[in-house]
């Protein structure tokens, strides 16, 4: 008897030992999640302390009207204006807001990958402060996800996209350019990576995530090479964006360089890719 109590008890600990536990450990921790809110809005802020308050006040009045319970997640990275202080200040007005700031300044990827992570919802957006795209527009990319996609991009590429400001002259050819070149070493079938309204399942972004090296803005591609590979549905939704010419991201050779070899890398970076990330989506899905 002692025997075969001991065998079950070393069997107990070899089951908990195996990867099946830490799926279903996952899938739990997902489902806690989905009880917790239906959607996270994640939005990153850095030195946003004049445009983040139509941001917060156009996405509360928008939340606030809404069936579904929500929460906003602020994640502003060595911000040296009031930045903290404008985002905290919306608390009493939407008590599911959540700001997570941090001293030094690490980056877009960095903002972006710690809100999802720290999200506990359902379905997962994040959006840019300059609020580029109304937020109204992620009822679109919920229909899509709910469709059975992992992942739904906006895309200001798309022929029923309208964009109300465009970005200058020089901005535009030198994406075109950068387009093409990445188009050539990625093979992504987006013409669009770099937009800053995207939605995720709770299980795409749990998985993805994590495997982004990129703290900088050029994340996004990194991202969608990494859930494209692995076999994630992805679909894309056409937007109406307006151009804010207070812009973080400046143009110029020494960032051209920066982001060129950066692109280069990121065959590298995930050479192991393959359709088992996408059967370990599936499985968490579950």
């Known amino acids: 008897m002692v025997n075969d109590r001991s065998s079950v008890l070393i069997g107990i600990i070899k089951y908990m030992a195996t990867s099946r536990v830490v799926k279903m450990a996952t899938i739990l921790n997902l489902e806690l999640c989905a009880l917790s809110h239906y959607l996270s809005i994640i939005i990153p802020a850095y030195n946003e302390a004049r445009r983040l308050p139509r941001t917060l006040s156009e996405t509360i009045s ?9 929460e906003i997640i602020v994640v502003t990275d060595g911000s ?10 919306f608390a009493s007005r939407f008590s599911d807001l959540r700001v997570i700031s941090f001293a ?14 720290a999200a506990r919802a359902k379905y997962r957006l994040f959006m840019d402060a300059d609020y580029a795209v109304p937020v109204q ?9 709910k469709d059975g996609f992992d992942i739904v991009i906006g895309s200001r590429a798309m022929a029923d996209s309208v964009i109300l400001v465009q970005q200058g002259f020089i901005r535009r050819q030198l994406t075109k350019v950068f387009s093409v070149l990445q188009d050539a070493t990625l093979g992504l079938p987006f013409e669009d990576t770099q937009c800053g309204f995207k939605l995720f399942t709770a299980a795409a972004a749990e998985l993805y995530f994590p495997q982004v090296t990129f703290d900088c803005a050029y994340f996004d591609a990194e991202l969608l090479y990494v859930a494209h590979n692995a076999g994630a549905r ?3 939704v056409p ?14 050779m020494k960032r051209s360089i920066d982001l060129a070899r950066k692109m280069f890398a990121i065959p590298r970076i995930h050479a192991h890719l393959g359709q088992s990330a996408a059967r370990q989506l599936e499985n968490v899905s579950r």
């Open 234 to 236: 992805i679909a894309q």
């Open 137 to 145: 527009t992620v009822l679109t990319l919920l229909e899509s996800v």
């Open 62 to 70: 928008f939340l606030e009207v809404q069936s579904f319970t929500s």
């Open 104 to 117: 030094g300044n690490k980056g877009k990827g960095f903002s972006v990958k710690t809100g999802m992570l």
């Open 239 to 252: 937007i109406t964006w307006q151009h804010d010419h207070e812009t973080r991201l400046p143009i110029g």
């Open 80 to 89: 040296t204006d009031e930045t903290v202080a404008v985002a905290e200040s």
